[in-house]
């Protein structure tokens, strides 16, 4: 299984965020790691450091052999909370499509 972790302009995607989304991501999926090929993830701030509120956004998208990619998507104050949102039990539990 892959992971490949993109962040936006406004997110810092130092080597400590790569290891800890990599380290949530494995651990969630560690089950179902021989039938998904790569872990997209996608961090960004919405809002940029201008405005407050819950902006911070991660999606993450499953591709899975013989299915249809699936995607979740988590949006929380900070992005460490957005990341353990539970996008990788929805993985987990959902077989096609998108779920928030």
Known sequence: MKIQINTDNNIEGGDE???????????????????????????????????GGTDKRCVMEARLEGMQPVAVIDQADHIEQAVNGGQTGKIARSRTGTVE
Do not use: G, M
């Open 17 to 51: 965020l790569t290891q800890q989304t990599q380290a949530v991501v494995e651990s969630a999926l560690e089950r179902f790691a021989e039938h998904i090929t790569r872990v997209e993830v996608h961090l960004s701030d919405e809002n940029s450091s201008h405005k």
